[in-house]
């Protein structure tokens, strides 16, 4: 269902020409990587999105180029990493080299970029293509989706319009091609319209604090002819006389060279021929020729915060550069940007079908809020280090920084949706990603990457873990909870029974994947919730069919922790996530549709009451921020 469908006509007035009123569930501004994420996510959802982008074409070349390992494992979330997997370029380390007045450059040192020890990722690298790519993905995804991007659109204006329900939102389209003026109605606004905003003008009380940096920024992409070595990592090198500059490889044998400039001149007084001979300066001796060049930009540093990233009424958002901008150097902003719009997506999709309350909307700003602020905070030390030449302090800096750098140690703070950390003894802690893990899938005996193996389809995944589910008290434990939280009066029979009626009405798109993907293998007992049994009890001890019904039916979702050499620290799943859990106990793990821990419960399985406790606990979760059209 594309936003077309809902197009209606205007009559003239007073010489206005007529135009469409195009109605949507929500309006993205902006078709980046942040734009582009969230209507993936809300397309594949089932929610009828129009993307509106005041450019006539994607973008082509250069722009942001660094893709951390969290972004990657969210991608394969999404089954779109493969790729940019394929054609981009992985950096495993980082070089750095310095020279003064009287010595020329030299290597004073090499590190691990993600070293096991400090960051725990399946992919332990940076991988480097150019953001025009990753749009291609997402624009290829979205088309599957049967949902375009309207092109040369720019965004005039909102308002509430005279609905007292508020149910949708006026939006204001100025069409260069056909220079006329659209109107489009929808639910929800988002402005991903990049740093001069013109979405977040419209919010009140949006206004950004600076924080300028006195430093200019040039940055090339092109194919080198160089006898410098580290061409292929990155690389920083200190010049006492002529300043830094940081190498990136790329894909398509290219290198992109970010040149700081020790001058007064502005960034609009740099070019092309200036940066290269600033280039040539710094890495001599090495030779540095230019067979061809693919882009140039240049840029002042200023790193900067929305001080609201919604308005009151939870109608209208900004994402991405929008709601913060900082250098590009430590490759974060892509990455901030999309996961602004992986945060946002599943808690939209359920606000706009009626099943979130007003809560869940409000936590999209507390929690990437401080994201950005961590990222303000790490970026102006770290260009402050690049430039200013300390390789002892730049490592340290790294090193203190890495998890944060990586996209795994963006964390949430405790709040309505993410409880219990008190329960936490192992990797798995409320507010933060979910810890990778091997474990085979009992239906086909297939080892799989358990936080990656059910597709994203807007689904809480609810994983009950059972180290022994053949123990008297364990299968008591499992019978209780499969009892009362398939009955009609638990709250998650209630939740899931209008969600099914919801996406009835607004279905999910049929898109080529789901013939291989199957969706109606994770919807066995709702298209809300989807639980998963993982138990570290031999196979040949028990049959599916041996199961509770909760878990019988959902056969694909029913797991063995018996491949602990295959973990990336040679961990078992249940010993890496909780820590030790003891016979006669049991452990709830509810993951949010983006794949972070919501909260973690343990259960001692003795208690003949205890399954029905644990459906209790599941309500009273899930009912913090989740409701039904008439309330719990």
């Known amino acids: 269902m594309t936003i077309n469908d809902y197009s209606t006509k205007h009559t003239e007035d007073q010489g206005v020409s007529s ?140 308002d509430y319009g005279s609905n007292e329900t508020l149910d949708s939102l006026n939006i204001g389209l100025s069409t260069a091609n056909e220079g006329t003026t659209k109107r489009v109605r929808a639910k929800y606004v988002v402005g991903c319209d990049g740093a001069r905003s013109l979405v977040r003008q419209q919010i009140p009380d949006t206004h950004a604090t600076a924080r300028p940096h006195e430093s200019y920024w040039g940055v090339l992409d092109g194919e080198l002819d160089t006898d410098f070595p580290d061409i292929w990592s990155k690389t920083v090198v200190f010049s006492e006389e002529y300043g830094s500059v940081l190498i990136i490889p790329r894909e398509r044998n290219m290198t992109r060279i970010y040149i700081e400039i020790k001058t007064t001149t502005s960034a609009k007084g740099l070019d092309q021929e200036f940066v290269m001979k600033q280039a040539r300066l710094i890495l001599a001796p090495y030779r540095v020729e230019w067979r061809s060049v693919e882009w140039f930009g240049n840029y002042q540093v200023t790193q900067r915060v929305a001080a609201r990233f919604s308005d009151p009424r939870l109608r209208a958002f900004i994402a991405g550069d929008a709601s913060h901008t900082h ?72 090193r203190i920084n890495t998890r944060f750098i990586s996209g ?130 031999p196979k040949a001890r028990f049959e599916l069919a041996s199961l509770p019904p909760l878990f019988s039916t959902s056969p694909w979702t029913v797991y063995l922790d018996d491949v602990a050499h295959m973990d990336t620290k040679g961990l078992c799943c249940i010993t890496k996530w909780l820590g030790e859990v003891s016979a006669g106990q049991a452990v709830i793990i509810n993951v949010r549709p983006d794949g972070y821990v919501g909260s973690i419960k343990r259960w001692d399985v003795t208690g003949q009451t205890t399954g029905e406790a644990a459906a209790r606990w599941l309500d009273e979760y899930y009912g913090g921020f989740l409701e039904t059209p008439s309330g719990p």
């Open 408 to 537: 795994v140690g963006v964390e949430y703070a405790e709040s309505i949706i993410n409880r219990g950390h008190d329960q936490t003894r192992g990797d798995a802690k409320p507010g933060c990603t979910l810890p990778p893990s091997k474990a085979t899938r009992y239906i086909d005996a297939n080892p799989v990457d358990l936080q990656l193996d059910i597709p994203m389809q807007g689904q809480f995944r609810i994983f009950v873990i059972v180290p022994d589910v053949v123990g008297a008290g364990e299968a008591a434990f499992l019978a209780g909870l499969s009892d009362n939280v398939t009955s009609t009066s638990s709250l998650l029979t209630k939740l899931s029974y209008v969600a099914s009626e919801s996406y009835r009405r607004k279905p999910t798109p049929k898109r080529p994947a789901d013939a291989f993907i199957r969706p109606e293998r994770y919807r066995a007992f709702s298209q809300l919730f989807t639980f998963c049994l993982l138990t570290s009890t």
């Open 327 to 398: 250098s590009p150097k430590a490759a974060q902003g892509m990455n901030t940007s999309m996961h602004d719009s992986w945060n946002l997506g599943w808690k939209m999709n359920l606000a706009a079908r009626g099943l979130a309350k007003p809560v869940l909307l409000e936590s999209y700003e507390a929690e990437r809020m401080k994201v950005a602020h961590d990222l303000i905070d790490f970026d102006f030390e770290h260009a402050n280090e690049i430039a200013g030449g300390d390789i002892a302090r730049l490592a340290e800096n790294f």
């Open 19 to 158: 135009h469409s009123i195009d109605e949507c569930d929500v309006a993205v501004v902006g078709a980046g990587p942040a734009g582009l994420t969230l209507a993936v996510v809300l397309a594949r959802l089932g929610i009828v999105t129009g993307v509106f982008d005041e450019r006539t074409d994607q973008t082509a070349v250069g722009r942001a180029d660094g893709i951390q390992p969290k972004t990657i494992e969210t991608l394969q979330m999404l089954g779109l990493g493969d790729q940019l997997l394929r054609n981009g370029v992985r950096v495993y380390d980082i070089c750095m080299w310095k020279g003064s007045t009287k010595s020329p450059i030299c290597r004073i040192g090499r590190e691990v970029h993600y070293p096991s020890s400090a960051v725990d990722v399946l992919h332990p690298f940076i991988l480097l293509c150019h953001q025009g790519m990753v749009e291609s993905v997402l624009i290829d995804d979205l088309r599957d989706s049967g949902i375009s991007v309207s092109r040369a659109h720019r965004f005039t204006n909102f």
